[in-house]
C-alpha cells in the first residue's frame, strides 16, 4: 500500500515563474494538509483540503499561492511568480475520514530551490 | 509566547541510555499529541501519538502526558545510533497540527 505520494521532489524554479507541486494522499484518504518548512524553522500549517473544498487556508500566504483538491487527481499546491522566499521544503500529508485523533501521515515532500 | 515549545537541544546520549525529551504547548483546548522523528533531508516520521493523560508505550518508545500542567514528553529507551534524529513535537486540537521547532538528538556509539 503506498503511502503519500509528492511529485516533483526536487524542483527549482527561477523568480517569476510558477510552481505546481502535486500530492496524492494514502488510499482511503480523503482529508489532504500541505505544510512548509522554510531552513532552519519548523513545519507550518498552510491549507487544510478535501475533495473538491478548502476548509481552512488561513496559513496559506494572501497572494501567489492556491490550492486545489479536485473530484479526480492529486491536489495541487501553485505558487505562482515565485520568489527566493519561498525556497522551502513542501510537505503534504494526510489523514482518513471521520479519524478520531486525525493522524496525519505526510509524503517525502518537495524542495523547492528559486534561484 | 510560542505556541509548542520544546527542549532546544542538541541533545547527545550514548548509546544505551535513555533519551528524554520534552514538550509544552499553550492552548489548553488541544486534544491530541504527536512525536514525529525527522532525519536530516527527509519527511516527518509519526513515531507515537496520545490523547489521554498518562503514559503510553510501544517498544522502545514512552509518550507521557499530563494535560493539567500542558506537557507532553518522549522517552526513547536503549537509544541507537539509527535514533539519530530531529525529534518533533505536535499538538491539535481539531486538525491543524501545531509543531514546535524540535529537538535534534545525537546518540554516541
Known amino acids: 500500500n503506498a503511502g503519500v505520494m509528492q511529485n516533483p521532489r526536487h524542483l527549482v524554479r527561477r523568480r517569476g515563474q510558477e510552481a505546481r507541486l502535486r500530492c496524492s494522499p494514502m488510499?482511503?484518504?480523503?482529508?489532504v494538509y500541505w505544510y512548509r518548512q522554510l531552513p532552519e524553522e519548523g513545519l507550518k500549517f498552510m491549507v487544510y483540503?478535501?475533495?473538491?473544498?478548502?476548509?481552512?487556508e488561513s496559513g496559506m500566504p494572501k497572494e501567489r499561492f492556491s490550492a486545489e483538491f479536485p473530484k479526480e487527481g492529486p491536489s495541487i499546491l501553485r505558487i505562482q511568480q515565485v520568489v527566493r522566499g519561498d525556497s522551502a521544503a513542501y510537505f503534504c500529508?494526510?489523514?482518513?475520514?471521520?479519524?478520531?485523533?486525525?493522524?496525519?501521515?505526510f509524503g517525502p515532500g518537495t524542495r523547492l530551490t528559486v534561484l | 509566547q510560542k505556541e509548542v515549545e520544546q527542549n532546544s537541544g542538541p541533545l547527545s546520549v550514548p548509546e544505551g541510555a535513555i533519551a528524554s525529551l520534552n514538550c509544552t504547548y499553550s492552548?489548553?483546548?488541544?486534544?491530541?499529541f504527536f512525536w514525529y522523528r525527522q532525519y536530516s533531508g527527509k519527511s516527518p516520521e509519526l513515531i507515537m501519538f496520545?490523547?489521554?493523560?498518562g503514559d503510553k508505550e510501544d517498544g522502545r518508545f514512552t509518550a507521557q502526558l499530563n494535560k493539567a500542567s500542558q506537557y507532553v514528553s518522549l522517552l526513547i529507551r536503549d537509544s541507537q545510533p539509527s535514533d539519530s534524529a530531529t525529534y518533533l513535537c505536535?499538538?491539535?486540537?481539531?486538525?491543524?497540527?501545531?509543531f514546535g521547532a524540535g529537538t535534534t538528538v545525537t546518540v554516541r556509539a
Open positions: 496520545i490523547y489521554s493523560n
Open positions: 483540503l478535501q475533495k473538491e473544498n478548502i476548509i481552512d
Open positions: 500529508a494526510s489523514s482518513p475520514p471521520d479519524s478520531p485523533i486525525d493522524t496525519q501521515y
Open positions: 488510499k482511503g484518504h480523503s482529508h
Open positions: 492552548d489548553r483546548g488541544s486534544q491530541s
Open positions: 505536535a499538538v491539535t486540537g481539531d486538525y491543524k497540527l501545531s
